[in-house]
């Protein structure tokens, strides 16, 4: 394991207090990068995501020959080149630790006339990738992985693809719009049907710049030859990022949060619904619609929370917030549960694992099964040492435990913050919890 050495000292803190917005969304800001260069004209993006994951989208982009501008630090401006001005890349193109820019990057990347190399970071380059392969060879697609079917990717040249009709074992957003990104290059309609519902940007934004896209129920149809037409897009808040904030402001001894312009969208907020099953005091002020996404900002105020058993059904709709929740899950009273969430496993670290590790180093009791885990809320936490494993979400989840912590809590490895909340430990001090960062500095006794 190389891991950085980036650590976070995070001390003990009761009270919370403030009222701020979260960077932009990560999975929107990719997307506005990948649909803004095959459209014709020029996007305007605004409340980009600057981080890690979403510039080395930006970058790929520009590597394959698209005018890609910084108008402001969340700004971005994108010539488009059409579905068909993408130029090969001399150099491998590096996705870093973002596995949606891999994922999608590859169907985009399946039906060109020109070859490509994708590669990642040592995490990326561990996750499963055969799931989005399959369904493009299928298409006629002809890609080459490792025998552990994971990156670096060789992408080879065709002469387009073929339509399919696409079930997807798993559900996962990441799968469906690589395979959708690949029915735009196909003879024919595409079709995709999940087992359950997951997060829709790539059928909405598809669909607002002229392709032709039709949902019904879980199955997404799209029927190629459409030209895109750029349109400015307005990211707003990332719900993954408002989440580590409003756990804080819920299992804070005191205080309240107001978190500004999150983007709430039902398949991204299963976390909100879960908190508010705990008792969690969450209003939801101003709900409005920005560029045909729901937003609204949330307050969250110190509340006692009680243990839940989280639906099964609900798991797709809060993939991404199992960390933040096992935190709220520690300080809640009674025995919390989540099963059916075996995709965990294969996130940017195993995070039923990572989680389970981290929570026991604070002296909570965990229960961890195949896929998931059961956790038995205490009234406080103890200080540790928590490896987090190069896993942004990890990290800021037990940043935020901090709050119901007896002794300082050491967090290591966490340069991966920045691939999707640049600035967290800033704005959290200003919150009021304690987080310091430090480079590689001196061993420290946690
Ligand atoms: C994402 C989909 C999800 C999520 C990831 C972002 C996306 O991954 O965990 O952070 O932007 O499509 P899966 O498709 O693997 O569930």
Redesign the pocket.
Known sequence: MSGSSREFLCKPSRRVQGRFSVPGD??IS?RAVMFGALAQGRTEVSGFLPGADTLATAQILRDLGVAIERTAATGLRIDGVGLHGLRPSATPLDCGNA??AM??LTGLLAGQRFASTLIGDESLSRRPMRRVIDPLLQMGARIDCTAAGTAPLQIHAVDGLRGIEYRCPV?????K?CVLLAGLYADGPTEVTEPAA??D?TERMLSALGADVSVAGTRVRLNPGQTLRAQPIAVPGDF?SAAFFLVAGAIAPEGELIIENVGLNPRRTGLLLTLIDMGADIEILDQREVAGEPVGDLRVRSSALRAVDVPIERV?DM??EFPAFAIAAACAEGTSSVRGAH?LRV?ESDRIAAMARGLEALGVQVQEFDDGMAIEGRADMGGGCIDSQGDHRIAMSFAVAALRATGVIRILDCANVDTSFPGFSELATLAGLSVQVREGGPELSA
């Open positions: 990560k999975s990719h596995g949606t994922r999608l559900a996962s957003a990441q799968i719009s997951t997060r940007y993954s797709p993939i991404d995709e996130k």
